[in-house]
């Protein structure tokens, strides 16, 4: 099997972390045209664009990124994300859905909230009914 060009890596590396190419150059402060150049025309990228990268993506192995060494992420990396590139929609699917159930736990502890308000204010009331006795 032929060798990866770092060309072919970095649109590795963009599907691994589960962006496109405009997410990855915003996520990491990179021109996205500069970077649609590397991954698009194969470009040669620049010295400059591959360290701002090794320096931004936490874990990311430089020697792979370089020269196709060893593993994408070195070991213990908090950004290594697993995604099947075979189906990138079904890391987005899984994002739809952790976000859904994030808005729905803050709209349950919002409601426990008013709930315990209402508690409150309903002993306030019962105490001042009862001539203010507990």
Avoid: H
Avoid at 30 to 54: C, F, H, M, Q, V
Avoid at 59 to 80: C, D, I, Q, R, S
């Amino acid at each position: 099997m032929p060798e990866e060009t770092i060309n072919q890596r970095l649109r590795l590396l963009i599907k691994a972390l589960g962006l496109n190419t405009r997410s990855f150059s915003l996520k990491y402060n990179l021109k996205e045209g500069t970077t649609r150049n590397y991954i698009d025309r194969d470009s040669t990228p620049s010295a400059d664009y591959l360290a701002s990268l090794i320096n931004s993506i936490e874990g990311l192995n430089p020697a792979w990124l370089l020269v196709g060494k060893g593993e994408m992420f070195l070991t213990g990396a908090p950004e290594v994300q697993i995604v099947d590139v075979k189906r990138p929609d079904a890391q987005s699917d899984c994002e739809r859905d952790l976000a859904s159930a994030r808005r729905e736990v803050e709209q349950l502890k919002q409601l426990l909230a008013a709930k315990d308000e209402l508690l409150a204010a309903k002993e306030e009331v019962l105490t001042l009914l009862r001539g203010g006795k507990k």
